[in-house]
């Protein structure tokens, strides 16, 4: 028998006998809390008094977890800048660990705030001009008939932006060496690094301050002297930022001058004689490509286009975001083939995602988490890592990971995010089927580069036979591919889902 009093006591003991609630995860007063919390954000941001109304805890209960959900309309009437409102918001959601996810309400169009703690949605909120009355059923749209506001005009990245200048500035690169570059999509700007700090000096810094905001980086090398750090959250890139180091700067030396070797003087070395050999006969039929699309579990548009795509595809999901168990079993039931994309340790400083396994964890934990991650994916048939530059390189930790792995009956495909990577190997020793990536396509988020990735995934399918490629869950990705694939048969490729091409 129930001992509390209450309306609120009683739902908490509703909830607690519902079947099963005792081995369930109970989420309920975390999530009162962070709405206890929401709330005062709102009132430190100045929406307070009349202009903010929560609707009462409604209990959500699934097999494993148990939590409220809440409802907040906020009126925006007297909110001058909603882009700067939005950005503390965030940043201070952020801090709790709150995932937020924009929407717009499809009746009137306004701004929807919905709230995951982990992958449970726990809150939304509503930001229109004027509160609706009677809970929303005054007028057709519920909110009084007013009309519509436009689009709002703000930059949805402008927080990190800023974040990302001062860990430059605090790193030590003066302020004299940012320079913006024209304006496009993504935010660019040059840093032009002095000796000290060194760009391996700076990209910790600048890692560990987006990250705190749920950001992260993905440098790649443009050219000698130039890296190019991409700041990114989910499918879509922030900002670009291009580094140049002090060498590019430095006088070259001059090319030394070399004899020229006269047919009549012989050769340092004895020169081997040719043996004439003929090419490797072509492979029989189409040469098979796989592509692998990594970071998805976080909905939106680009998610919805990726769904539509060629179910050959092979979709590898990243847990601990909102919309992971979803997206899998809708890829799934679509005929794609589902994969997760298992978090793992980096070497640029803390990695924010949660569930990432590290090399400083034991069996235990590492085992425990990766099977964690694997009940987030329904109907995963294989495994491949997300960053984990560090974690791919102990193999001792790699073969606890993998023995989840071959107790399940997975594959896993080492992503080779670092060349010194022993996880394709340590996955092969324990006797698992397993691949590594041949090329990644979307290191650089414009479509020529892509389009040009893209020639040479399919170039190296056609000479070897077969190849596999990552891309990611990102609008410039899914255009090209939207373009591509229909004609990649003519091309003398056919594509097939990853564990077609398994040893």
């Known amino acids: 028998m129930c001992s509390r009093s209450g309306p609120r006591a009683l739902l908490l003991c509703l909830l607690c006998a519902l079947p099963g609630a005792g081995s369930a995860q109970n989420l309920t007063a975390e999530t009162g809390a962070l709405a206890e919390r929401f709330t005062e954000m709102l009132q430190n941001q100045g929406l307070s008094g009349g202009g903010v109304r929560r ?16 409802r907040f309309d906020v009126s925006t009437a007297g ?9 503390a918001l965030v940043g201070e959601l952020a801090r709790a660990r709150v995932t937020v996810v924009e929407t717009h309400d499809p009746a009137a169009g306004y701004p929807l705030l919905r709230l995951f703690l982990g992958r449970r949605l726990f809150a939304e909120a ?44 605090g790193a030590g690169v003066p302020e004299s060496a940012l320079t913006p570059v024209a304006p496009g999509k993504p935010p660019r700007f040059e840093a032009v690094l002095p000796e000290k700090p060194s760009l391996a000096e700076v990209t910790p810094v600048l890692e560990s301050a987006v990250g705190f905001y749920g950001f992260y980086l993905e440098p790649w090398r443009a050219g000698p002297h130039r890296t190019v750090i991409r700041v990114s959250q989910g499918y879509d890139a922030c900002l670009e930022i291009i580094c140049v180091t002090p060498e590019a700067f430095a ?8 004899p020229l070797l006269l047919p009549s003087e012989p050769p340092a070395e004895p020169v081997p004689p040719l043996v004439p050999h003929a090419p490797p006969a072509p492979p029989q039929g189409p040469a098979l490509l796989a592509i692998i699309l990594d970071d998805g579990g976080w909905g939106g548009h680009v998610t919805r ?37 298992m978090p793992m340790e980096t070497g640029g400083g803390k990695w924010p995602h949660e569930g990432l396994l590290k090399t400083d964890m034991d069996r235990e934990t590492i085992q ?34 993998m023995e989840v792995l071959k107790g399940e009956g997975l594959y896993f495909v080492d992503s080779r995010t670092n060349s010194r990577s022993v996880a394709h190997a340590v996955a092969v020793e324990q006797g698992l089927r397993a691949l590594s990536r041949d090329v990644f396509l979307d290191n650089n988020s414009e479509p020529d ?17 077969r190849a596999v490629g990552i891309g990611h869950f990102r609008r410039n990705t899914v255009t090209v591919l939207e373009e591509a694939l229909p004609g990649l048969e003519a091309r003398g490729v056919k594509l097939v889902p990853l564990s077609e091409l398994l040893p």
């Open 305 to 341: 286009r990726v769904l539509a795509l060629d179910k050959h595809l092979t979709l590898a999901i990243l847990p601990h975001t909102p919309f992971c168990e979803q997206t899998a079993r809708e890829g799934a039931a679509l005929g794609f083939e589902v994969m997760l994309h």
């Open 251 to 258: 006088p070259q030396p001059a090319e030394e001058e070399r």
């Open 79 to 87: 909110v001058e800048d909603w882009g700067a409102l939005r950005a």
């Open 368 to 401: 425990r988490l990766t099977r964690e991650a694997l009940a987030q994916v329904p109907g995963a048939a294989g495994v491949n890592n997300h960053t984990g530059t560090l974690f791919t390189t102990d193999a001792e930790r790699l073969g606890w990971f």
């Open 126 to 169: 509503l930001f229109s001009p004027a509160l609706p009355e009677n809970g929303g059923e005054n007028g057709e749209d519920g909110r009084n008939g007013a009309p519509p506001p436009p689009a709002p005009d703000y930059d949805a990245c402008g927080l990190i932006i800023e974040v990302a200048r001062k860990a430059l500035l």
């Open 449 to 465: 580069y892509i389009r040009g990735q893209l020639d040479i995934l399919v170039a190296r399918a056609v000479a070897r036979g």
């Open 55 to 70: 609707e009462g805890m409604a209990p959500r209960v699934e097999p494993d977890a148990q939590w409220g959900f809440f």
